[in-house]
C-alpha cells in the first residue's frame, strides 16, 4: 500500500473483501505409531501393490489352464437314433419314428494325448516367465514404499525431536529477557542489553516455528506414504469425487 501510494495509484475507496487469513500450525507431539504398523497399513492401502497382486492372481490362473493344456483329454460321448420308414406317405413315416420302430444307440470314447506338447510347453514357459516379472515388479514397488515409509517415519521423529529442543529454547529466552527487562527497569542493565536478549527471543522464535513447518511436513510425508492422507483431513475419495471442479 506504502508503494502504490507513493506512486499515486492506490484508491483509498477501494475496499478488499475476504481477507485471507492467517491459521496457526497444528504439529502433533505425539510420536508416530511403530514403523511395522505403518509400514503393514502402507503396503494394505497402496494402489500399486494392490494392482500387481491382481496381475498375480490373473497369472496364477493362466499358469492353471497351461498346465491343464498338456494333460490327456477323455472325450465321452453318447448318441442316440430315432428313425421310421413308410413306403405310404411322410406322415406314416413320422409316425413309425415317433413309436421307436427304428432305433439305435452309439458310445463313443476318445483319448487325445498331446503330442510333442510343444506348443503347450511354451505356453507354461511364457506364463511362468510373466509370474516372475510381475514378483519383481511387486518386490520392486514393496522396497520403494518401505524406503519411503522408513525416510518419513525418521523424519518425523527427528523434526519432533528438534521442535521440542526448540520450545525449550524458546522458553528459556523468554526468560532470560523478562529477567533482563526486570533489570533494566530498575537500572541494573542497558538498553543495549535488552535488544540484544530481544532479538535472541526472535531468533528463537523463529527457530521454532521453522521446526514447526517442518515437523507438519513430516507428518504430511508420512500421511501420504502411510496413504492415509485423506483420512487426516477427515475426507474420502467419494468426498473428493463429488467435488465440484
Not at 492467517?22 to 509400514?39: G, H, I, K, R, Y
Not at 520450545?167 to 530498575?186: C, I, P, S
Request: charged content about 30%.
Amino acid at each position: 500500500d506504502t508503494l502504490m501510494a507513493a506512486m499515486g495509484s492506490l484508491d483509498a475507496s477501494l475496499s478488499i473483501e475476504n481477507r485471507p487469513a492467517v491459521q496457526n500450525l497444528v504439529a502433533s507431539e505425539n510420536a508416530p505409531d511403530p514403523f511395522q504398523e505403518v509400514l503393514s497399513t502402507s503396503l494394505e492401502r497402496n494402489f500399486n501393490a494392490a494392482i500387481q497382486n491382481e496381475i498375480l492372481k490373473q497369472l496364477e490362473q493362466d499358469r492353471i489352464l497351461a498346465e491343464n493344456s498338456k494333460r490327456p483329454e477323455v472325450d465321452l460321448n453318447l448318441s442316440s437314433r430315432f428313425g421310421g420308414r413308410s413306403n405310404r406317405n411322410a406322415n406314416s413315416a413320422f409316425d413309425r419314428a415317433a413309436n421307436r420302430q427304428e432305433e439305435d444307440w452309439g458310445l463313443e470314447l476318445g483319448l487325445s494325448l498331446p503330442w510333442g506338447r510343444r506348443a503347450s510347453k511354451s505356453n507354461l514357459r511364457q506364463v511362468d516367465y510373466s509370474i516372475d516379472r510381475a514378483y519383481l515388479r511387486l518386490d520392486e514397488i514393496e522396497q520403494d514404499l518401505i524406503q519411503s515409509v522408513r525416510t518419513a517415519w525418521r523424519s518425523l521423529r527427528t523434526t519432533q525431536e528438534q521442535l521440542r529442543a526448540a520450545a525449550l529454547v524458546v522458553k528459556l529466552q523468554q526468560a532470560t529477557f523478562d529477567q533482563e527487562m526486570g533489570k533494566y527497569e530498575e537500572g541494573l542493565s542497558s538498553l543495549r542489553d535488552v535488544l540484544e536478549t530481544q532479538r535472541d527471543l526472535d531468533n528463537a522464535v523463529l527457530s521454532f516455528l521453522d521446526a514447526q513447518l517442518s515437523t507438519v511436513e513430516s507428518e504430511i510425508r508420512l500421511a501420504r506414504a502411510e496413504g492415509t492422507l485423506l483420512e487426516r483431513h477427515a475426507l474420502s475419495w467419494e468426498s473428493v469425487l463429488d467435488a465440484p471442479q
